[in-house]
């Protein structure tokens, strides 16, 4: 008998208690031994849970109590979590989280503790709620030398993206709809300001390229700044607003890594990425692209991806499943000056004003104001088109998504 500890029961955590209860035969028959819930520690009382008799206060209680060789953390943030990772991993005890922060912050720490103690931390559910990405990123495709990873990794902005662009529904509105579902951040400026996508792309980053990336050497820009009327413009220009994570091996063995809202072409299968699901884009030299996609957020999918990790350090309990990188850098992340686009730009003024642009494609919108233009420009880094705009400010100005680009 495999005897697990939850920390946090939030939703992820209540999330993982119900998938091992429904799901406790094939679970067990997986893992080779049976998977039961000894603990679930919680500040809070839930004195009609089905689990109310395994909960306590006290982490030291499974900190010292041998029988527990699999600890489950979802609690989140960098605090307590931290802290109690160190504790359990200290302890020889595996741990399993959907925690992105922390493994984005303290990913190279925490394995090398895991492995001075032969015990597995594992994070799944960190990227793509239930989607497997990482696994199949350390071994299905370990093969490939990697040369770019991009994607849709956040459900709560894809959602009220979705709801936006599909129902004309307000931001704030398709955002309380995305919390009520459980699919926000506790504190949802993590989403919306893209901070969540970011910790997402570091974790994507570090382990398609060996090195960590932190989440401070990213740039990020969330989508509160989209308004309805590029939305519109994107409209007729055949694309749909996304907001992505991009990591891209560099020269001299590099990586480029931002998360920006996009203008994504409708031929492209991200700009049919939908609600609240997730998608990433893989790029190997043999595999060429390669594709996941599903619920990248939610309750119960995100605690099938963390139970499949539990499953995965039952069957490695008291040895170790092997996940390792090197630490990173201060020049080993490179900014996005070099990183020439198509831009989407929204201009106050009239078509005879765009001159010095360079070639665009005009665009129109229903209801646009006479002083208001919308344009496609050509390729160009952020500097050349400040260089053009030349002191002029543009309303919007978005990255237009060029999967033909030869990117490596
Ligand atoms: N807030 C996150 C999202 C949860 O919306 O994607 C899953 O990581």
Known sequence: MIQVAILGFGVVGSGVAEVIRRNNGPISA???A????????????????????????????????????VVVETI???????????????AGKSVVTSNKELVAEHGFE?????????????????????????????????????????GILNGTTNYILTRMITDGISFEEALKEAQQRGYAEHDPTDDVEGIDACRKICILATIA?????????????????????????????????????RAIRQPEDRVMAYVAPHFVPVSDPLASVEDVFNAITVRGNAIGDVMFYGRGAGMLPTASAV???????????????????????????????TLATQWFLRLKGAIRDLEGLGPVSI????????????????????????????????????RVLDESADLA
Not at 226 to 232: G, H, N, R
Not at 325 to 336: K, L, Q
Request: aromatic share 8%.
């Open 30 to 32: 997986r893992a080779g």
């Open 363 to 398: 665009l129109g919108r229903a209801g646009a104001p006479e002083d208001e233009v919308g344009v496609i420009t050509e390729a160009m880094t952020r500097a050349e088109l400040e260089r053009r705009l030349a002191g002029r400010t543009a309303l919007s100005a978005i």
């Open 34 to 69: 049976g998977i039961e819930v000894k603990y679930i520690l919680d500040v809070r009382d839930f004195p009609d849970s089905p689990y109310a008799d395994r909960f306590v206060k006290d982490f030291s209680v499974i900190e010292q109590d041998p029988e527990v060789e």
């Open 76 to 90: 989140g943030g960098c605090a307590v979590a931290y802290d109690y990772t160190k504790r359990a991993l200290n």
């Open 110 to 150: 925490l394995l090398h503790l895991a492995r001075e103690h032969t015990a597995s931390y594992l994070f799944e559910a960190s990227v793509g709620g239930g989607i497997p990405i990482l696994h199949p990123l350390t071994q299905c495709l370990a093969a490939n030398r990697l040369t770019e990873v991009q």
């Open 307 to 337: 139970v499949s990790d539990v499953i995965e350090a039952a069957r490695h309990v008291r040895t170790r499943r092997f996940l390792s990188w090197e630490e990173g850098g201060e020049d080993y992340v490179v900014g996005t000056q």
């Open 209 to 245: 390229f060996g090195r960590h990336v932190y989440p401070r050497q990213v740039p990020t820009e969330g989508i509160t700044k989209i308004t309805l009327a590029d939305v519109s413009y994107a409209d007729a220009a055949g694309m749909k607003v996304k907001l992505l994570g």
